[in-house]
């Protein structure tokens, strides 16, 4: 495709679980089942720093006839125990709990934040800060912490996650001056509104932002219409980055000739180009697992984001077989690319994205793939 460059920078077997914040508090073995979708940026020392999502797994988790998850609560990790005949275990993921008048999942593992830190072009690791890992600290983190993505404005991070628990599936923020020190923010967006991606930068003083709601119900368009009813990516905008009012105007929809456009949702924060924002996103094409996720861009007008003035629907990263072909024995999923990062690079950009939901992807791809 172009690529200047294109390797997996992070793998499980990367990852020492003896420094993990679960380390000597469950009783239970654990494996590392992903280090995937890196949140990134670039630190002011010029390397580039990824938040990895570390999925941490019970070893055997199916045992005397329960199957068991790991949560987080009051400061410790517990484990719960359902028993096999009340559950669906057909997903490596996550497993459903039967009986409920809607869907009712749990989590096979538990994910917490790793800091990553990346030589410059984000070809090597320089340094794993497992001190300033970020694990579950409220009851809304219980079962784990997701998929950050990080945005440099003025002169602060801001990095959402997905929280996940019980109470709701939503967005958190956290900030740092210096994008390794973090501070919890709290609740930005509520529940099922996932995938908030901070534009690197203000427009006319306020915060915008791509968010991406999630729904069992969605109105039809007209026959004929161009459109297709689903999850699609919205916009927000703040004062204060805290407290968010989502834009009047639809944003970024699935097409109806677009097949990968089943499930839509956001990538990586939007970044300012000479020809607008830059964004890059994810469509999902329906197979018979859990889809077939690949990345795709547009560019938004600098100061009306809304007005969206290209979308390219040819792929721009594939899911890659050859890259995970050293560690195939680890796959447990096949067909996913998750991009989750990028930052300029001169001639260049670094896009960082996790791969089969098991590692980290670097590329570089050109500015002329854009036409920047």
């Not at 990367?14 to 000597?24: E, F, H, K, T």
């Not at 077989?321 to 096949?334: F, G, H, S, V």
Request: with cysteine; aromatic share 10%.
């Amino acid at each position: 495709m172009g690529f200047f460059f294109d390797h997996l920078v992070l793998t499980p077997r990367d990852i020492d679980l003896a420094r993990s914040p679960l380390a000597g508090r469950i009783d239970a073995d654990t494996y590392v089942l992903g280090a995937f979708n890196p949140g990134m940026t670039r630190r002011a020392n010029g390397n580039l720093l990824l938040m990895v999502r570390i999925a941490e797994a019970l070893s055997d988790p199916i045992r005397d006839g329960h199957i068991h998850a790991i949560r987080w609560h009051d400061g410790g990790y517990a484990l719960d125990a359902w028993p096999l005949e009340q559950v669906d275990t057909a997903d490596p993921r996550t497993f459903t709990v039967r009986g409920g008048g809607w869907p009712v999942m749990a989590l096979t593992s538990l994910s917490w934040l790793l800091p990553v830190e990346l030589s410059a072009d984000g070809s090597r690791v320089v340094a794993m800060h497992y001190d300033r890992a970020i694990a579950p600290a409220a009851s809304y983190q219980c079962y784990g912490v997701e998929d950050a993505r990080i945005s440099h404005v003025g002169d602060r991070f801001l990095m959402t996650v997905c929280s996940v628990s019980p109470e709701r599936q939503a967005t958190s923020l956290y900030s740092s001056p210096d994008a390794l020190d973090w501070t919890l923010e709290g609740l930005v967006l509520d529940h099922q509104n996932k995938d908030m991606l901070i534009f690197n930068g203000l427009i006319d003083g306020q915060y915008w932002a791509e968010t991406r709601p999630l729904g069992d119900l969605y109105f039809a368009y007209p026959p004929g219409s161009g459109w297709r009813a689903g999850p699609s990516i919205n916009l927000a905008s703040s004062p204060d980055a805290l407290h968010w009012k989502p834009c009047d105007r639809p944003f970024l929809r699935p097409r109806a000739a677009m097949p990968a456009a089943a499930r839509m949702g956001g990538g990586a924060p939007p970044i300012l180009t000479d020809r607008g924002w830059l964004s890059l996103w994810h469509g999902v094409e329906p197979n018979a697992g859990v889809g077939i996720y690949r990345t795709y861009w547009s560019l938004l007008d600098a100061h009306a984001p809304w007005r969206v003035l290209h979308t390219d629907e040819a792929p721009l990263i594939a899911p890659d077989p050859a890259l995970t072909r050293p560690i195939e024995q680890l796959l447990y999923l096949r067909d996913i690319v998750f991009t989750t990062g990028i930052v300029d690079a001169g001639d260049h950009f670094i896009v960082a994205s996790g791969e089969a939901d098991l590692a980290c992807r670097i590329t570089h791809i050109p500015k002329a793939r854009f036409g920047v």
